[in-house]
């Protein structure tokens, strides 16, 4: 797997410096201090993608505990309602099922022990596969190269530092596509992402929808992220996720906590 991240690695910062809009192509003398700088933004992200692939291979089936929290407003009466449940969160890697070589996962929740089914239909909206979606696949090697990257000053998240970059996916390059409301669309993104500068992990990720279903004004998330041992080693997981859907109707606040993981 070494040689072929390695490879990967190679070929990716190729691609990418021909592809930066504005690097010089014909033989020309750069500033030295403008290329050390370019060089810099260009690694973190490179690191970046190779450790979301590392994370995902290493995936396996696991469990946590999943506590979510809803408002909804009806925009016409301005009324109020709130949901909360207690899940128990599944995630599991389908063994010896692949679609063009990539890792195949299901994520499902029920009830947990003790809690009452009676709302589970109740139909609200939710940042669904938080944490095999393409959400965080939008970053991975083969992905890279479909988003558009600027390096803004860093950041400090936690006590963490952090390298952050403003991000728009390119059109042109995106095949991805995600469900919303139960909809299928292309994945289209404009936000934001915050890096450990030590271990290039993902931190927190901000993003807003840019297309739409029909009846969907606006669809925007934001991502927490900390690291937990699981299966041997230390991984990026998404522990807090909070949505924000604006409907022709109505309003959604969402946000979606998650702990107490295990291995399965």
Not at 2 to 12: G, I, N, P, S
Not at 25 to 34: F, G, H, L, S, Y
Not at 80 to 86: C, E, F, I, K, Y
Not at 88 to 107: A, C, G
Request: charged residues 30%; contains cysteine.
């Amino acid at each position: 797997m070494r040689d072929m991240l390695r490879t990967y690695r190679a070929v990716l910062t190729f691609l990418l410096i021909l592809l930066t809009p504005g690097f010089p192509v014909q033989a020309q003398k750069p500033d030295e201090a403008d290329f050390e700088s370019f060089e810099d933004s260009l690694l973190i992200l490179t690191q970046l993608s190779e450790q979301i692939t590392i994370d995902r291979l290493s995936l396996r089936s696991f469990r946590c505990e999943e506590r979510l929290h809803v408002i909804e407003t009806v925009v016409k009466s301005k009324s109020v309602r709130q949901h909360q449940a207690l899940h128990s969160y599944t995630v599991e890697r389908k063994p010896d099922q692949r679609v063009n070589d990539k890792l195949i996962f299901s994520e499902t929740r029920s009830p947990a022990s003790g809690e009452s089914a009676a709302e589970e239909d109740s139909g609200f909206p939710l940042l669904e596969n938080p944490f095999t979606g393409k959400w965080i696949e939008a970053f991975s090697l083969e992905n890279r190269l479909a988003n558009d990257f600027k390096k803004l000053p860093s950041e400090q998240v936690d006590g963490r530092s952090c390298q952050l970059f403003a991000f728009e996916t390119v059109p042109e390059i995106s095949g991805s596509r995600i469900t919303i409301l139960g909809n299928l669309v292309p994945l289209r993104q404009r936000g934001r992402v915050w890096v450990d500068a030590k271990t290039h992990q993902l931190v927190r990720l901000v993003a807003k929808q840019l297309k739409l279903p029909k009846g969907c004004r606006s669809y925007e998330y934001r991502m927490e992220f900390r690291n937990q041992a699981l299966f041997g080693r230390s991984l990026s997981i998404p522990v807090r996720a909070e949505l924000k859907i604006e409907l022709k109707d109505r309003v959604y606040g969402v946000v979606q906590e998650y702990s107490k993981f295990e291995a399965k």
